[in-house]
């Protein structure tokens, strides 16, 4: 008795194992009710259990409040006054580095040094200027006038160590000399740093000895502990007196400059011998004044205002007249030396640019931490607040500081005062910075908080006063910008337009910058995020004629926003719409550069456009969206011959798309049987064009379920052909398999067993043709494994079982595909070629399983196949053989309770296969 | 074979009224015997004409005959033995006795150029005409006694200043007679030794930029010679308060720290005076002002404007 394949009955079968089915009163994933919902949570709130992220009761919160907040003001006293210094500390450090790196080290442009201080000198007194006047002057390089600065801090150190501390006073003096000289006016902040650099750590060890010597007698004796906030009454007189020394032997420094740096680097000393160090700072401003050179004076205050912060308490005042002094300098800096047109001389414009930090710290530490009240005052002070008496009259403000200032206020600040600082802004125009910058920054800061801001419309119509004035296009388009969320967020659509016209006018005139483009990138990205629908930006002024201007990296990513956003928002219908957006497409294809990009960098364009093709919706107009889907075929060629590998591309979506469009119009039924044969001949046209061929595999397989669902039997016979063949050069093509792309091809190939059972074969060549050719497939191919193999051979013994049967489990809807039950109904070669062709494989399959090495998956595989047989086939000698040995191979490969050879053994049970 | 006095201050600093104390400490290889350790305290102003405004014949005389303030001697031990190693012999000498008439005021301890107030002691262990006694000398300072002294703050005596091109003595350069300028502004003239000179100034104007602007601290001594008056000046110290041409109409303080080894109080004493004085010095930036920058700081040049005002120093608690 020869194998033979089991009848099945498919009705009786699903009925058999089916569940019984209730029809339920709610989905399960639609909300709860929120009765349900309290019930739930009243619930959770008798439970011990207490959620760390929910609020818990009053009571518990407020106590626990209380914890926290003595904690604090027990702590705050002494150990924040440390952490403040230290993050005073960190900020300078990181400050200086900035410096330096902002204005770095030239190798070539030489120094002038006193000699004094690149020869060692140990002769004379402490003050030793007359020496000072002789000294020649040497040229060095930058590069060995730091190492000498390095050297001498050296030696500052270890003559301190050696306890010569003379030495290293008259050593800092050197270094503090040094900083009078700013005629290499680049080289300065870097002198600066280092110079500091050594005047701080003269500061520390003065003071660490200043705090011993309070702490411990000479004889070595403990006198007491100072604490962190000691007052002077606690200091005893020998250190008062040694700090005495040092304030004496520092103010006998001849030069102004030295003896204010030096002073500055032992002001903490103050606290030795007052309660109120703080009180010198005013006088330390004052002295500062003395120093005309712009930049030295400036650094010097620089330096003053660091050196406050070291101080426990300082009030505003010295900073407010530190502030305006530097102001009046930077006046006669601007005003002084410019030439009548207003615009600076070379030279003042870089000492401007060199002062500019100077500017940013003192701003920093003025508006760090301050309240409204303070700040009005503040500003007030320095001659910018809203004093009502003077009314911005004669408000005397340098545009440099402005800026400064505006980038430090707090921003609920500038919100509520916009006005006025706007009209600040427009009083403020000079040759310190321009003025354009600051109706930026303030435009930028506003914008962090628009719903805040108070008087919208008086501040967009003054800006749009000042765009208005502006000729050039670069300060339109900053100002522009800066305001544009503004604008935007309450919706002043005329505004809007004005300025997009006033963009539209000015580029006109002059050729656009890489800066200018970078800002109308910003603007047409905002608009873009902005608006909900595409309409509403097509619908705005000159938005196409600008999009127009941009080029290069800037018009892909509109591009690219653009058509993000409308795809975003479902299916893009309106003609005109499509229409702009497949330029907009055609032109961010047009402008990768293929051959330059990584892979990265044109996915996202590809994919962008890919759900372009795929939103656009036609309706029932089903022949324009085919011409638009051939329109998008002859535009974007190129992307598919990319190796374009995970996502979709336009190809393939377009192949996709036709075939929805053919299913659409086989379900809607009249006169469709042109129209669909058109979208199957256009899939047949764009398939090959796809370059990974299990891509094209796929896509036919895809084709060829619509071409069987209208009923196309001779578009399924090609296509199946066509699959084939692609499957036949997988090898060829595609080189080596990654272990997805070979998961995916054999899951296809099922897929394609599935097809099959629907597809009418043909006498002339037999019911297992098309097997048979997928068999010698994945026998010529080296990378299918044993387990891929064995799942295609019970895929194919599974549709040859399903072929024999005389109903099929199911069939094209169409009624014009005939199924191969009826088709061969009674024809016994037909029959027998599908058995004998079975019956082969049932003898391999033990084999194949044997070849697995990994003994898991080939106990799973044994139970697979076992499955397959015994449900495929009848009892018979040759099946039980496969059988018996099938599940010994499981038995011996998988633990004994393994589930799965549970089920198989009870499974053959049930079939009658006994063991 | 060592002896050293080691007084009970750091800072060697004492008043009148307060008892000199300290150790007397010798280091001896074997013991000696003594006859008596003899404690000796000697003050006194010396003076000493040099140059300035002293004639030749003045100067001939050269060291005149110091003036006595205190001199006294203490056997603080009678005879006996010092053993051997490290001994600490301690003392305590009253200056100033109520009891006793004294030659002269206790002056501060000052070191000028023609006047030198120094108070000196000295310790002798006498050992008979065979051994060289054992002798030490050093220097104490002796600081005014406070009852006698005003409290602090002395009421701050200000004076105003005018510089312009119309108030200076000596001739200007041309461009600065026409040009002009006008700076001013007020100092102190009664300051305490412990506190800094206080004031401020302000650069009203100038047609030529300024160079610097210079406070001098000068000190004045005088030494009665006969008939005849003997004067010195000396520069003591120079303090810039303006480096090159700075914003007109800005305050800009003075502030100055006394030297403190070069100053005293000012003393007007019978033969002699040490009076102080400070001038506000302004350079102007010129072609010659460049050339002559190693000149004598003193002198007047026509580049340079200045005043001087008178300063007394007063010792204060």
């Keep these: ?915 | 074979m060592s002896i050293e006095i080691k007084l009970s201050r750091f800072n060697r600093t004492y008043r009148p009224d307060e008892p000199l104390e300290g150790k007397i400490i010798t280091k001896l290889n074997s013991a000696i015997s003594h006859q008596f350790i003899r404690l000796t305290v000697n003050g006194a102003v010396n003076l000493q004409v040099r140059g300035g405004s002293a004639g030749v014949i003045e100067s001939l005389y050269g060291v005149i005959k110091p003036i006595p303030i205190v001199k006294k001697a203490v056997d603080i031990r009678s005879s006996g033995k010092i053993g051997s190693g490290t001994t600490e012999i301690p003392f305590s000498v009253i200056l100033k006795d109520p009891k006793e008439e004294n030659l002269e005021k206790f002056y501060e301890t000052f070191h000028g150029g023609n006047v030198s107030i120094q108070y000196l002691i000295t310790v002798d262990v006498v050992r008979g005409y065979l051994h060289k006694p054992l002798s030490t000398t050093m220097e104490f300072i002796v600081e005014s006694e406070k009852d006698n002294l005003p409290q602090k703050p002395v009421s701050p005596e200000m004076v105003i200043f005018y510089i312009t091109q119309d108030t200076q003595r000596h001739t200007l350069l041309s461009e600065l007679k026409s040009g002009g300028f006008r700076v001013t502004g007020k100092v102190c003239t009664q300051c305490s030794l412990l506190d800094p000179i206080g004031g401020e100034l302000t650069v009203e104007a100038s047609a030529v930029p300024i160079q610097s602007i210079d406070i001098h601290l000068i000190r004045v001594e005088s030494i009665l010679i006969g008939e005849k008056i003997a004067t010195e000046s000396t520069l003591i110290q120079t303090t810039q308060i303006a480096d090159g041409d700075v914003c007109h109409g800005m305050t800009l303080p003075i502030y100055i720290i006394l030297p403190r080894l070069l100053t005293c109080p000012t003393i007007f004493a019978g033969p002699f005076s040490v009076e102080f004085k400070v001038s506000i010095v302004i350079t102007f930036s010129s072609v010659l002002s460049k050339k002559h920058s190693k000149a004598d700081p003193k002198a007047t040049k026509p580049w340079m404007a200045m005043e001087s005002v008178p300063l007394e120093l007063v010792r204060t608690i």
């Excluded at chain 1, 479902?570 to 293929?594: K, N, R």
């Excluded at chain 1, 043909?762 to 010698?776: E, M």
């Design chain 1, 1 to 915: 008795m020869g194998v033979e394949f089991r009848r099945r009955d498919y009705g009786a079968e699903e009925r058999a194992c089916s569940l019984p089915r209730r029809r339920a009163d709610t989905h399960p994933l639609s909300a709860h009710s929120p009765s349900a919902l309290r019930v739930k949570e009243s619930g959770c709130r008798n439970d011990d259990f207490v959620d760390p992220l929910r609020a818990t009761d009053g009571i518990m919160e407020e106590s626990s409040n209380n914890i926290l907040h003595e904690d604090i003001s027990s702590e705050a006293t002494a150990p924040s006054d440390i952490s403040a210094q230290l993050r005073v500390r960190k900020d300078w450090s990181s400050f200086k580095r900035i410096l330096m790196q902002r204005f770095p080290v030239s190798k070539t442009t030489p120094v002038s040094l006193v000699s004094a201080v690149l020869v060692k000198g140990t002769k004379g007194e402490l003050d030793d200027s007359k020496n000072f006047d002789e000294e020649d002057v040497k040229v060095v390089s930058q590069q060995e006038c730091l190492s000498k600065l390095q050297e001498l801090k050296d030696e500052i150190n270890q003559s301190w160590l050696r306890d010569d501390r003379v030495t290293s006073l008259r050593l800092s003096i050197k270094v503090a000399r040094l900083l009078m000289d700013a005629s290499v006016i680049q080289f300065y902040p870097t002198l600066f740093v280092l110079a500091t650099d050594i005047m701080d750590m003269l500061g520390d060890l003065v003071w660490a000895r200043i705090k011993q010597k309070a702490e411990i007698t000479e004889e070595g004796g403990f006198i007491c502990s100072l604490p962190d906030n000691f007052k002077a009454g606690d200091v005893c007189f020998d250190a008062k007196e040694t700090c005495n020394n040092w304030l004496s032997k520092v103010g006998s420094v001849r030069e102004l400059l030295p003896r204010i740096y030096l002073e500055l680097a032992i002001l903490p000393c103050w606290r030795f011998l007052h309660n109120h160090p703080e009180n010198n700072l005013q006088r330390l401003v004052m002295m500062v004044r003395g120093i005309a050179d712009p930049l030295a004076s400036a650094y010097c205050r620089l330096y003053l205002v660091q050196c406050a912060q070291r101080l426990p308490q300082y009030d505003t005042g010295f900073l407010i007249t530190c502030t305006n002094d530097l102001k009046l300098l930077l006046m006669r800096l601007t005003q002084g030396r410019g030439t009548m047109d207003g615009n600076l001389s070379g030279n003042s414009k870089l000492v401007l640019t060199l002062i500019e930090p100077t500017i940013e710290y003192i701003m920093r530490c003025l508006l760090k931490d301050r309240k409204q009240m303070e700040i009005s005052s503040i500003l007030v002070a320095l001659g910018m607040g809203r004093d009502p008496s003077t009314l911005f009259k004669n408000c005397s403000c340098i545009s440099i500081f402005l800026h400064y200032i505006l980038k430090e206020l707090p921003i609920g600040y500038t919100c509520f005062n916009a006005m006025e600082i706007l009209h600040l802004i427009e009083c403020t125009d000079d040759s310190s910075f321009d003025q354009c910058l600051n109706f930026k920054l303030l435009g930028h800061r506003l914008c962090e908080r628009v719903p805040e801001l108070s008087s919208v419309h008086l501040l967009v119509d003054k800006i749009s006063q000042v765009l208005s004035c502006y000729d050039k296009l670069d300060a339109y388009l900053m100002v522009a910008d800066a305001y544009l969320d503004i604008i935007l967020e309450n919706q002043l659509g005329t505004c809007l337009n004005v300025i997009l016209g006033g963009i539209f006018d000015r580029q006109m005139e002059e050729k656009i910058g890489e800066n200018e483009l970078m800002i109308l990138q910003s603007i047409l990205l905002k608009l873009v995020a902005h608006f909900a629908n595409i309409e509403d930006i097509l619908a705005l002024n000159h938005f196409l004629d600008i999009l127009d201007m941009l080029h290069g990296s800037s018009r892909n990513s509109v591009n690219m926003q653009l058509l993000s956003m409308a795809t975003r928002q479902g299916h893009i219908q309106d003609p005109t719409v499509i229409e702009v957006l497949l330029e907009v497409a055609q032109a961010l294809y047009d402008g990768l550069d293929f051959s330059n990009m990584r892979k990265d960098d044109y996915q996202h364009p590809a994919r962008v456009i890919s759900r372009f093709v795929y939103m656009v919706e036609y309706g029932t107009e089903v022949e324009l969206h085919l011409r638009f889907l051939a329109q998008c075929r002859g535009a974007f060629v190129c992307i598919s011959e990319l190796q374009v590998s995970r996502p979709l591309s336009v190809q393939e979506m377009l192949v996709h798309s036709s075939n929805k469009l053919a299913v659409r119009a086989l379900r809607h039924g009249n006169n469709s049987v042109s129209f669909v044969k058109s979208c199957l001949a256009f899939n047949e046209v764009t398939v090959p064009a796809i370059p990974s061929v299990i891509r094209q595999f796929k896509l036919y397989l895809e084709t060829a379920e619509v071409a069987i669902l209208g009923g196309f039997i001779s578009h399924v016979d090609e296509l199946i052909d066509a699959a084939i063949n692609c499957l036949q050069s997988v090898d060829s093509v595609d080189g080596v398999q990654t272990t997805e792309d070979v998961e995916g091809i054999i899951s296809l190939i099922c897929k394609l067993c599935g097809i099959l059972v629907m597809v009418p074969g043909s006498l002339d060549q037999g019911g297992a043709c098309i097997p048979k050719r997928v068999l010698s497939f994945l026998d010529s191919q080296p990378w299918v494994l044993p387990r891929m193999k064995i799942k295609v051979l019970c895929m194919v013994v599974f549709l040859s079982a399903a072929l024999s049967q005389n109903q099929f489990l199911y069939h094209a809807i169409s009624g014009k595909v005939i199924g191969n039950y009826q088709l061969f109904y009674g024809v016994r070669s037909y029959h027998q070629e599908l058995l004998s062709f079975s019956g082969g494989i049932l003898q391999d399959i033990v084999n194949i399983v044997m070849q697995e090495p990994s003994m898991a998956v080939r106990g799973k595989m044994a139970l697979e196949a076992c499955n397959c047989v015994a449900s495929s086939f009848k009892m018979s000698d040759e099946t039980l053989e496969a059988c018996s040995k099938l599940v010994e191979i499981a038995k011996s490969c998988s633990p004994a309770g393994d589930k799965f050879l549970q089920s198989t053994l009870k499974f053959l049970d049930a079939h009658q296969i006994l063991l």
